[in-house]
C-alpha cells in the first residue's frame, strides 16, 4: 500500500515535471519564432536604412548639398543611424537638419552603455559643448568603454581636456590601448607634447610607466625632453625603463652617456631598455662593455646586447669572430640568435 | 518484495534518477539564465563601438601556438587563415609533432622552409627538437619539427621558443576570423588580473550555414550548448572551467610559472585550464579566467560515427584525468569556481556516463522484469527528452538574441536535429563516454582519435637540445 502511494506520489511529480517542462519548452520556442521573425525584419530593415543612411552621408561627405527635406528617422532606426553616422567625418550640417544632435544627447541622458557610447560618440564627432559636462562625468564610470568613450568625446569637444584625459591614463589601466592611441592621434602633437610633459612632472613614480607609453606620440624633440626628465629625476626601476623604451626610437649621439650608465643599473629591465637605446648609438669603445653584458644572466639583456655588439660589424664574419672570441656559451648563443636573425631578413630582401 | 528487490529500494533508485536529471537541468537553467542576461549586453556594446576593431603597436604581441600532428590536409589552409589576422604584431610557431604523413613537406612547399639558426631555449623538457624552420616567405613563421610527445609536449616545445607575452594556442585544423587577436586580446587590457582568455568554436562547414550531415548539425548544436549556454554562464562568474586548445589565449608568464602543459594527460586544454585556476588561487593571486562569446574560430568537426566515438572517448577520458588530478577544488576554496564550475564536472560530466546507462538498464530491467511500472518509465523518458529539447532550445535562442548566425530555414532544421538527437545520438555519445570513463579506469590507450593522438604514440628519448656548443 505504502509503496503502492509512493509510487502514484512520484508518477504524479514527474507527470508535473513534464508538464512544466513542456510548458516552458513551448514558451520558449514561441518566443525562439518571435525573435526569429523580429530578427528577420530588423534584417531587412537594416539593409535598407544602411544603404539609405550610408548613401545620405556619402553624399553630405563628399560635398554634395543635400536640399529639401531629409528622410524622418522612426524611433526604432536611431540606434542604427546614429552608428552609421559615427563612420563618417565633418558633415555636421546634415546631422544638425536631421536632429542627430539633439537625439543623441537625450540618449546620453536615459540610454544604457551601448547607446551611451554612440551617443557620445556622435556628439564628439559633431563638438557639441552641450555634452561636454555629461561626457567629463561619465569619464568616471566604471566601465572601461563608456568611460575612454566618455574622455573622447570631452576630447573632441574642448582639446584642453587632455590634460584631463592625461591624469584619467594614470589610473584607467584598463582603457584598450589601441583606442588610447586613436584618441591622442587626433590631438595636435604640440598640444599633446605640452600637457604630457606636465602631466608627467606631476605623476606618481609608480604610474609614470602607464604614461611614458604614450610618448611616442609626442613631437620627437618634446618626447625626447620628456625622456630625459624622466631619466634624471626618478630612482624608479619601472619609469627608468619605460622611459628608456620610449627614447629609442628617438635615440641620438649625445644619449651614448646615459644610455652606457644605465646599462649597468641593477635592473635587468632598465639594462635592457638601456641596451635598446644603445643599439641605436653605439660606438666601436662599447665592445668590452657588449662583451660583458651578453653574458648577462637575462635572456633577454643577453640577447639586446647581442644585438648592440652585431651593429658595430660590417659584416657577419667579422661579426662571428667576435662571437668565438667570447668564452661564455650564452653570449655566443647571444649573437648567433642575432646574426640568425639578420641573415635571414637579408636574405629575404 | 518484487523479484527479490526492496520496493522502497526501487523507489529511491528512481527518486535519485529523477533528481539527477532535474539537477543537471537547473545547472543548464543558471548557466542558460546568466548567458541570457550577458549576450545581449555584449552585442550592443560591440555595435555600439566601430573604432573597436583598430589595432596598434601598443598592443602586447602574441605568439600562435600551432601543434600539429598528420594535418597534411589542412594545416597549409588553416595558416593562411593565421596568417592573415589584422595584428600588428605576431609570430607563428607550428610544432610538427613526429607527424608520419607528410605535414613537413606540405609546410616547406607552401612556406619555403629555411633551417633557422637561432637559439631554441629547452626551458621546459619535451621530446627531442630535431630542427628549427623559419618561412622564406613570412618571417613570423616558424616552425619546430620534433619527436613525438602528444600536444601538451608541442605546446611546451612552442613555449621555449616563443618571444611574446602572450600565447594563443590554436589548432592546425581550424580557421580564425582575421580581428581573432584584437577581440581576444581586449580583456587582458580591459582587466590586468587577466590569466587567460577563452574564444568561442563554431562548426566549419564547406557546403553551406549549417552543414548537411546529420551527425555535424548534432554537433553545431552541442556546440552552441557549450559555448553560448555553458561557458558563457560560467565566465562571468570567474568559474570558467575550459580554456579551449583551438582557441585560447593566455599570459606564458603563467604557463611557466604552472610548469607548462602537462603531458600525461591525453588532452591538455581543461587541464591547464584547472591548473591555472588551482595555482591562483592556491597562491592568493588576484585573476580572471575570461571568455569571447563572439565566435572567431571555425573547427571541423567529426564526420563519421567512428570519428565522434573516438574523439567523445578521449575527451571524456581527459575530464576524468581532470577533476581526479584537482580532485581538492572540488567546495574548496576557490570561489565559483570551486563551488559551481567543479561539482558540475564532478556530478553531471565525469559520473553522468556510468549514472544515465545505470539508468537506461535499470529502466530496461525494470519493465523486463516486471518490477517497474511502464507508464511511469515513459512519463520519465517524457520528461528526459522535454528537458534535453528544452537546453537545446535555450541554446538556438541565445544564438538567435545574439550573433543570429542561421537562416529561418537553418533555425527550423536545428529545431529539428535538436529533437532527433534524443533518438541514438545522445546515447551514442554517452557510450563513447562511458568507453572514455573505463580507459581512463583501466588506463587504456586510445588510438584513432580524430584529433591529436596524446602522448600514447611510442615516445622516443629526448634528443640533445640545439645549444651551440
Known amino acids: 500500500m505504502l509503496f503502492a502511494n509512493g509510487f502514484n506520489l512520484f508518477e504524479l511529480i514527474i507527470k508535473v515535471s513534464v508538464g512544466l517542462s513542456l510548458l516552458m519548452t513551448v514558451a520558449l520556442f514561441a518566443a525562439l519564432i518571435l525573435v526569429r521573425s523580429r530578427n528577420a525584419i530588423y534584417r531587412r530593415r537594416q539593409i535598407v536604412l544602411t544603404a539609405r543612411w550610408r548613401g545620405l552621408f556619402d553624399r553630405a561627405a563628399s560635398g554634395e548639398s543635400l536640399h529639401g527635406s531629409l528622410p524622418k528617422i522612426r524611433k526604432q532606426d536611431w540606434f542604427t543611424v546614429l552608428a552609421i553616422y559615427t563612420q563618417f567625418r565633418g558633415i555636421y550640417d546634415v546631422a544638425i537638419r536631421l536632429g542627430i544632435d539633439d537625439y543623441a544627447l537625450s540618449l546620453l541622458e536615459r540610454g544604457d552603455d551601448a547607446d551611451k557610447i554612440v551617443a557620445l560618440n556622435v556628439l564628439g564627432e559633431i563638438r557639441d559643448v552641450r555634452a561636454l559636462e555629461s561626457a567629463v562625468v561619465l569619464t568616471r564610470r566604471e566601465g572601461p568603454e563608456l568611460s575612454r568613450t566618455a574622455a573622447h568625446c570631452a576630447l573632441r569637444i574642448d582639446s584642453s581636456f587632455i590634460a584631463g584625459t592625461l591624469r584619467l591614463l594614470l589610473v584607467r589601466d584598463d582603457w584598450v590601448r589601441s583606442r588610447v592611441e586613436v584618441m591622442l592621434r587626433e590631438v595636435d602633437a604640440n598640444v599633446l607634447g605640452a600637457a604630457m610633459r606636465d602631466a608627467i612632472a606631476d605623476a606618481p613614480q609608480e604610474a609614470l610607466p602607464r604614461l611614458l607609453d604614450y610618448v611616442r606620440f609626442c613631437p620627437a624633440d618634446s618626447a625626447h625632453r620628456i625622456c630625459d626628465d624622466v631619466l634624471t629625476t626618478s630612482h624608479n626601476p619601472e619609469a627608468l625603463a619605460a622611459a628608456l623604451r620610449s627614447l629609442a626610437p628617438l635615440a641620438q649621439d649625445r644619449d651614448h652617456a646615459m644610455a652606457v650608465r644605465f646599462t649597468n643599473h641593477e635592473a635587468s629591465i632598465v639594462a635592457l631598455s638601456a641596451l635598446r637605446v644603445l643599439r641605436k648609438c653605439v660606438r666601436s669603445d662599447d665592445r668590452e662593455l657588449l662583451a660583458r653584458m651578453t653574458s648577462h644572466p637575462d635572456y633577454w639583456v643577453r640577447l639586446r646586447a647581442a644585438e648592440a655588439a652585431v651593429q658595430l660589424f660590417p659584416t657577419v664574419e667579422l661579426a662571428q669572430a667576435f662571437s668565438a672570441s667570447l668564452a661564455d656559451r650564452y653570449a655566443r648563443d647571444a649573437i648567433e640568435q642575432v646574426l640568425a636573425e639578420k641573415v635571414m631578413v637579408a636574405g629575404r630582401r | ?469
Open chain 2, 1 to 469: 518484495m518484487i523479484h527479490g528487490i526492496r520496493s522502497d529500494d526501487i523507489i529511491s533508485v528512481e527518486f535519485f534518477l529523477f533528481i539527477y536529471f532535474i539537477a543537471i537541468n537547473a545547472y543548464y537553467f543558471f548557466t542558460g539564465s546568466i548567458a541570457l542576461m550577458r549576450l545581449p549586453w555584449y552585442v550592443k556594446l560591440h555595435l555600439a563601438d566601430p573604432v573597436r576593431r583598430s589595432t596598434s603597436t601598443l598592443d602586447q604581441p602574441v605568439t600562435f601556438v600551432v601543434p600539429a600532428f598528420n594535418e597534411e590536409a589542412l594545416i597549409v589552409q588553416s595558416l593562411r587563415s593565421m596568417l592573415a589576422l589584422e595584428y600588428v604584431n605576431f609570430e607563428i610557431i607550428v610544432v610538427n609533432d613526429g607527424s608520419t604523413d607528410g605535414t613537413l613537406f606540405a609546410l616547406d612547399s607552401a612556406f619555403e622552409l629555411e633551417p633557422y639558426e637561432g637559439i631554441y631555449r629547452p626551458g621546459l623538457a619535451t621530446q627531442g627538437v630535431k630542427e628549427i624552420y623559419q618561412s622564406a616567405r613570412y618571417p613570423q613563421l616558424r616552425v619546430i619539427d620534433k619527436v613525438n610527445g602528444g600536444k601538451g609536449d608541442a605546446l611546451n616545445a612552442a613555449l621555449n621558443l616563443a618571444r611574446f607575452p602572450l600565447i594563443f594556442s590554436a589548432d592546425a585544423d581550424s580557421h580564425y576570423h582575421p580581428a581573432t587577436l584584437q577581440w581576444m586580446t581586449e580583456p587582458f587590457q580591459q582587466d590586468p588580473r587577466t590569466v587567460a582568455v577563452g574564444g568561442t568554436i563554431a562548426v566549419a562547414s564547406s557546403e553551406q550555414h549549417l552543414p548537411k550531415s546529420l551527425i555535424k548539425r548534432f554537433q553545431v548544436l552541442e556546440y552552441l550548448r557549450a559555448f553560448l549556454a555553458t561557458r558563457m554562464g560560467f565566465a562571468p562568474l570567474n568559474a570558467l572551467g575550459i580554456v579551449s586548445g583551438a582557441c585560447g589565449l593566455w599570459r606564458k608568464d603563467i604557463l611557466i610559472e604552472c610548469g607548462g602543459f602537462r603531458t600525461d594527460t591525453i588532452w591538455e586544454d581543461m587541464e591547464m585550464t584547472m591548473r591555472v585556476h588551482n595555482y591562483c588561487i592556491s597562491t592568493g593571486r588576484a585573476y580572471r579566467v575570461a571568455f569571447t562569446p563572439y565566435p572567431v574560430c571555425w573547427t571541423d568537426v567529426a564526420p563519421t560515427l567512428r570519428a565522434l566515438y573516438n574523439q567523445r572517448k578521449g575527451w571524456h577520458r581527459h575530464l576524468c584525468e581532470c577533476v581526479t588530478i584537482h580532485r581538492r577544488m572540488l567546495f574548496g576554496r576557490g570561489g565559483f569556481f570551486s563551488w559551481v564550475t567543479m561539482p558540475y564536472f564532478v556530478f553531471f560530466e565525469w559520473l553522468a556516463p556510468v549514472v544515465v546507462t545505470g539508468g537506461i538498464i535499470f529502466s530496461i530491467a525494470g519493465a523486463v522484469l516486471g518490477f517497474l511500472d511502464v507508464r511511469s518509465q515513459l512519463w520519465l523518458l517524457a520528461l528526459v527528452l522535454t528537458l534535453a529539447v528544452f537546453g537545446s532550445v535555450v541554446s538556438i535562442l541565445l544564438d538567435e538574441i545574439s550573433f543570429a548566425a542561421y537562416g529561418l530555414g537553418e533555425v527550423s532544421q536545428l529545431l529539428i536535429a535538436a529533437l532527433l538527437e534524443n533518438f541514438g545520438y545522445r546515447q551514442f555519445v554517452m557510450l563513447a563516454n562511458l568507453a572514455g570513463f573505463a580507459a581512463w579506469l583501466f588506463r587504456r590507450p586510445i588510438h584513432g582519435s580524430t584529433k591529436h593522438p596524446g602522448p600514447f604514440v611510442k615516445a622516443w628519448r629526448p634528443d640533445k637540445p640545439r645549444l651551440s656548443d
